[in-house]
């Protein structure tokens, strides 16, 4: 079966320091993948995903970045975070393209991120 | 850009009762419309979908309606419970393989 992890859990950084978040999913191959935002009660807010390895669409622009330097690990990176960035960050994967055209979104368990 | 709006942000009901969530689209390109549960403290899942070929589906006391001339869609649930206490996402996609929109979620108690 497949399984999708995140970490860390929590992180408390100060402002300007830099952020290195990490999603990996297991059990499949070639999945699509993608990180959002979640604000305390607000909604989902894309940043960014990827349909292959080193094939990233960016959503919204902001100092944050992502790669995906392998088939099943996304990561999302900043190099000096704001106050901002605070929030509950969720990586999610999708099966292959083509595979099926509409398609469930798993969530990872996601990290919860406070920016001081 | 794409954009899905959702209303009420905030819905109470009575054990029992009916909750109806609301949502529109601006991309006519959409073609499926799934919808997240959140709990408290924990990753959304989804609950029920339906593509633009379908106009109703129902599974068991939830029931999705979409309209695509008029691009909204809802969410019924019928004979609520506490557990369906939640905050609930819908969402417009093109394609799997395409970004998948959310709205910004509806906050619903149930009292019992």
């Known amino acids: 079966s497949q399984t999708i992890h995140q970490w860390p859990a929590t992180l408390v950084q100060p402002v300007g320091s830099p952020l290195s978040l990490e999603c990996t999913v297991e059990?499949?191959?070639?999945?699509?993948l993608y990180w959002y935002r979640q604000a305390a009660g607000r909604g989902l807010q894309l940043l960014f995903y990827s349909v292959g390895i080193g094939q990233i669409s960016s959503e919204v622009p902001q100092n944050l970045s992502a790669s995906r330097p392998q088939d099943r690990q996304f990561i999302l990176s900043s190099k000096k975070l704001l106050l901002s960035d605070s929030g509950f960050y969720l990586c999610?994967?999708?099966?292959?393209?083509?595979?099926?055209?509409?398609?469930?979104?798993?969530f990872g368990p996601g990290t919860r991120l406070t920016v001081l | 850009g794409e954009n899905v709006e959702q209303h009420p942000s905030t819905l109470s009901v009575q054990e029992g009762d009916s909750a109806v969530i609301k949502c529109t689209y601006s991309d006519s390109a959409s073609n499926y419309f799934p919808w997240y549960k959140q709990e408290l403290g924990k990753r959304p899942q989804l609950i029920i979908d339906i593509r633009s070929n379908v106009g109703e589906k129902k599974d068991q006391r939830i029931a999705v309606t979409l309209n695509k001339t008029a691009k909204h869609f809802s969410l019924h649930i019928t004979e609520t419970q506490p557990e369906d206490s939640a905050v609930y996402f819908c969402?417009?996609?093109?394609?799997?393989?395409?970004?998948?929109?959310f709205g910004p979620g509806t906050s619903l108690s149930v009292i019992p």
């Open positions: 969402a417009a996609s093109r394609a799997s393989y395409d970004k998948v929109i």
């Open positions: 059990g499949t191959s070639n999945p699509n």
């Open positions: 999610a994967w999708t099966r292959p393209s083509g595979r099926e055209f509409y398609d469930e979104q798993f």
